[in-house]
């Protein structure tokens, strides 16, 4: 009986739990978006990339970024067709919830990792942007509060 009182209350409290949002406030940052760019660039240079190899991985991971975010925004125009060779892309589910700025910066680390070698290069910064994202969304829920500190988890990169 003590078991299922305690089951009981504990499934009350974490159903109670919902994120509000606010872990939102650490996607949608300009200064994020930047240091992710920063972090490419360092492995190009690290790699001595020629220009025309350099700005190829630039273009790719960049045009990953702004379709995550023209698949949440119908102001902007997807560049399928636009682009020789870059089909139509799938479109999200309907009714899902889908943070597009986090989808916009995983997309552009998951394609500069593509683009660059050694292989895994960028993987350790998105892991960092996975991390970081659960300690946000952990403090909304059960802290109640955001995280007051700004992207300590990417601060090495």
Known sequence: MKLLAMALVAALVFS?????????????????????VKKLNDVVLENNFPPMI???????????????????DASY????G???HLPELPKPEAGK?????????????????AVTFPEGSMMG????LKK???????HQMFLQTPLISPIP???RF
């Open 82 to 84: 636009q682009i020789k």
């Open 153 to 155: 988890l990417l601060n």
């Open 77 to 80: 125009q997807t560049l399928a």
């Open 54 to 72: 350099g700005s190829r991985n630039y273009a790719y991971a960049n045009i990953a970024a702004y379709e995550c975010v023209v698949a949440g």
């Open 97 to 113: 919830e889908i943070d597009y700025s986090l989808a916009a910066l995983l997309a552009f680390t998951k394609v500069g990792n």
């Open 16 to 36: 109670g739990c919902q994120p509000k949002g606010e872990y939102k406030k650490f996607s949608n940052d300009p200064f994020l978006y930047s240091k992710t």
């Open 125 to 128: 910064l998105y892991d960092a």
């Open 132 to 138: 970081e994202l659960i300690l946000q969304v952990f």
